[in-house]
């Protein structure tokens, strides 16, 4: 059988394009690629000559891609950090493992221990002192392959929520409440509902993106009862949902736009068409199920915290008039005067047996004892 008799199907196609598209800085090999729409084909015959090798870089090459083959060198130049990536990483390095550092300085969450880029951030941290570096003497963040891990102490949870809210937490500022809040926060992230949830997703940006929404969602709101905290979870699931379905959407045009130029295209165009309608209506569902989850979840809150308000206005009155300087002033000056309105008037009253001995002609002792 020639390459001529093999065909991609539909699917094998837009796993191809999908594999591609995945890694925009780092082409797959042509190998890879056999490997992934051919995995039972030998593995002398997952080679860019071979009748599959053929079909697969006939496939890219009509849409002017072009796959790494295993026999070429391809030299890797070691990149050079810049003076705000070092300034990130000192500030940081003190609550975040090397190879999370790494992802989010590169911005690159497929970074492995092999990558130039993770041994270049390494060396760097060498030259920083020990003592402000991240230890992991007590396993605290262990993460089973494949598994997730949520924070446990306040520093780990302030740094998942500063990477994920934009001016999130200054870690230099942290009140009382702010405690509090990282606190309650770390006890809905270790909740059996969340490292569910959490389990389910095998892609990690989906994994991420889940963790992300749950994150900008809760992380001030300490006073969250276990039902919100189970509507949260389901609120953040369907943010996934949507973004699954949209990336469905893309893939569906791509196909579209691709096979819409031959007469077999033509064909599969009306299908295409009514499977990128039929996505489009379940994104739209989506998007009105978390509007309508998320309104109620404002309202419950909304009520709640009026409530707590209305018990307790007069002594948050005073709190808040005494955390306003102006007031504080104020009010320290009232408390002054009135102070000295109740000296005088001791002063007065003191003096008022004295006034009586004057004008009775008799002493203050004897005014005194009657």
Same mark, same amino acid.
């Given at each position: ?30 190998? %890879? =690629?056999?490997?992934? /729409? @051919?995995? +039972? ?5 997952? &080679?860019? !000559?071979? *009748? ?47 190879? %999370? =550092?790494?992802?989010? /300085? @590169?911005? +690159? ?5 092999? &990558?130039? !880029?993770? *041994? ?44 994920y809210v ?17 606190s309650t ?155 000295k309105n ?29």
């Amino acid at each position: 059988m020639s390459s001529k008799d093999i065909e991609l199907t539909e699917e094998q196609q837009l796993a191809l394009l999908n594999e591609w598209n995945s890694r925009p800085d780092d082409p797959p090999y042509i190998k %890879e =690629l056999i490997e992934l /729409v @051919f995995p +039972d084909v030998p593995e002398e015959k997952r &080679d860019g !000559r071979s *009748k599959y090798g053929r079909v697969v870089k006939k496939f890219l090459a009509e849409r002017s891609l072009k796959a790494k083959v295993s026999h070429k060198h391809y030299p890797k130049e070691k990149p050079q950090l810049t003076e705000d990536q070092k300034e990130f990483i000192t500030n940081n390095c003190g609550a975040m493992k090397p190879m %999370e =550092l790494a992802r989010m /300085v @590169f911005d +690159d969450r497929g970074i492995s221990p092999l &990558d130039i !880029r993770y *041994k270049v951030l390494v060396d760097f941290l060498g030259t920083i002192d020990n003592k402000v570096k991240y230890s992991d003497v007590t396993n605290e963040e262990a993460i089973p392959e494949g598994g997730y891990a949520p924070p446990k102490s306040e520093s780990r949870a302030l740094v998942r929520v500063n990477k994920y809210v934009h001016n999130g937490i200054d870690k230099e500022k942290i009140t009382t409440k702010v405690k509090k809040n990282l606190s309650t926060l770390i006890g809905y992230m270790h909740t059996f509902r969340f490292l569910h949830q959490m389990s389910t997703y095998v892609i990690e940006t989906d994994r991420d993106l889940f963790e992300s929404s749950f994150v900008r969602y809760t992380w001030d709101k300490s006073d969250l009862t276990q039902e919100e905290v189970d509507q949260y979870i389901v609120l953040s699931a369907e943010v996934v949902i949507a973004s699954n379905i949209q990336r469905r959407v893309e893939r569906l045009q791509q196909l579209l736009d691709q096979n819409a130029e031959d007469t077999e295209g033509r064909r599969m165009a009306m299908s295409l068409v009514e499977a990128i309608n039929t996505a489009q209506t379940e994104y739209n569902q989506c998007v009105n199920r978390q509007t309508k989850l998320l309104n109620e979840l404002k309202e419950k809150r909304s009520q709640r915290m009026s409530k707590i308000l209305q018990e307790s206005a007069s002594i948050l009155n005073l709190v808040e008039l005494w955390k306003d300087e102006e007031s504080r002033n104020k009010m320290i000056k009232i408390a002054e005067i009135r102070k000295k309105n109740v000296s005088s008037e001791i002063e007065r009253l003191s003096s008022m047996e004295e006034i009586k001995s004057r004008i009775m002609g008799i002493s203050e002792e004897e005014v005194l004892n009657g």
